[in-house]
């Protein structure tokens, strides 16, 4: 019970997106909110660059502020939420009332691309990063060009293991996790760690498909399995995820739980589509963005990242709501 009810206080955070939809009633509500939304996001980018420039950040809570240059979080998480905020911002720009402003929406949505690429070292953020430039020039795209998109993400990702380090030490680490895992001499490193728990996960599945095994089972059950396979196991704690948010809700619901969770993306994309261009896109952005990194993450689940997906989806639904048809920039 202590497990289920943990679990269920975690997914709270989904309340986030109808509390905003309840509370924000006008257009003037929903401008306040979208703008200090992205005040709060353009403070944590500073921040992040102070903290790379060696400049003391009073407010910087985390423990990988000195080595990571993570704020409140972890670098994984920021790193995610950097190419999120470059997306936001990037197509939020013909908001702008006045060129001037529009300018400086696209000049902090390429910091925020700059500090998920140069800054962090997490190989989501940079797989998010890329995804969400792939999108900006598909939209920007004539219609009868938007096949060559097709090419573009691998072309970023060579240009970007080309022109970051970061990116590039990581996805060869990755290239080489994967090989020893693949060998069976994998070490207890991220990617080693990722790999045997979507096994394991994929394993638990299959035993209850439909059912899956309650809310909060996750560890539980995979702890039950390893010990059948290796009996020196140490149990994960209950707390535990497998960094893969499909998989742990399969776990625990089955697969009608997988099937609810696509069910939630979907009727928010469908809400998207319904609002205006600038709106749409920004939203349409986070949710892939989302999409994607409940592939290599728990992110949901997890308290920060999943906060931050719920209120940005959340923020641009009211926005959108309440803001259809309103005049965007001018000379």
Known sequence: MDQALGTIGKYGKFLVIPTLLVLVRTHREATWVLLAFAVAQVFLLISSWLL???VPVAWATSKMALTRYAVFVTY????IMSAVVAAIFWHLKPLAPSRPLFYVLAGISLLALGNAFFLFVGRTGHVVGVVMISMAIFWALPRRYRL???????VLILLAVLSFENVAQRFVFTKTEISNFSSGVGAATSEDNRLDFWKGSVETIAERPLTGFGVGSWATEYNKLQKLNFPGHKDLGIGSNPHQEYLLWGVQLGVGGILLLLGFLSSIMKDLLKMDEPIARAGQSVLVALVISC???SSLYDAYIGYFFCLSLGVLLVYGIHGRHRPQMTE
């Open 76 to 79: 994984l998480d920021q790193g």
């Open 295 to 297: 592939l290599f993450n």
């Open 52 to 54: 790379y420039f060696n």
């Open 148 to 154: 060559v998109t097709l090419v573009v993400p691998p």
